[in-house]
T-cell receptor, first 114, second 112 residues
């Protein structure tokens, strides 16, 4: 497809388990972002990749969260030792430029930690 | 400390009338503002933006107004249509910084 895709669409896990969320950005987009949206709240910035530059990790809430982007394309967000407060929709976006308005969002992964 | 605030969690308007969604920000470094629209089970989609060098930007039925002195922006939708029913997020950024700071969203319901 032409848009940003994310997998899985839904993930239910038990507290303490690790999870991996995947994002396939639009081909050719150099920038990739991860956000999360907790229930009834806005989007919270997590991490930003731009080309070959060091990622902006300033939004990661704890060292249990990490992300990588392989080959400048696919990205994986990993949450270790999940907690119930990690339950949220995790949204990935990609952009052809650094301009904020150019962000194209995927449908998100709904994570539920029991 | 929430830097972008949408104080109205919901808004209901009649089809054909004007919808006005409001947003306030606190960080004076923000110089680029955006509105996104989000339907259930979908990611947000970009709607309209405005740079801090302007006070108004119009695109069809959608107009965004920026009042820098008040650190306030608003989105006007005229005329409102039932298909406009969605959650609207206000976002702010520093140009070319990439990441945006989002408000909590306002759920707009347009009644036929």
């Amino acid at each position: 497809g032409a848009g940003v895709s994310q997998s899985p669409s839904n993930k239910v896990t038990e507290k303490g388990k690790d999870v991996e969320l995947r994002c396939d950005p639009i081909s050719g987009h150099t920038a990739l972002y991860w956000y999360r949206q907790s229930l009834g709240q806005g989007l919270e910035f997590l991490i930003y990749f731009q080309g070959n530059s060091a990622p902006d990790k300033s939004g990661l809430p704890s060292d249990r969260f990490s992300a990588e982007r392989t080959g400048g394309s696919v990205s994986t967000l990993t949450i270790q030792r999940t907690q119930q407060e990690d339950s949220a929709v995790y949204l990935c976006a990609s952009s052809p430029t650094q301009a904020a308005g150019d962000q194209f969002f995927g449908p998100g992964t709904r994570l539920t930690v029991l | 400390d929430q830097q972008v605030k949408q104080n109205s969690p919901s808004l209901s308007v009649q089809e054909g009338r004007i919808s006005i969604l409001n947003c306030d920000y606190t960080n004076s470094m923000f110089d680029y503002f955006l509105w996104y629209k989000k339907y259930p089970a979908e990611g947000p989609t970009f709607l309209i933006s405005i740079s801090s060098i302007k006070d108004k930007n119009e695109d069809g039925r959608f107009t965004v107004f920026l009042n820098k002195s008040a650190k306030h922006l608003s989105l006007h939708i005229v005329p409102s249509q039932p298909g406009d029913s969605a959650v609207y997020f206000c976002a702010a950024s520093v140009t070319n910084a990439g990441k945006s700071t989002f408000g909590d969203g306002t759920t707009l319901t347009v009644k036929p």
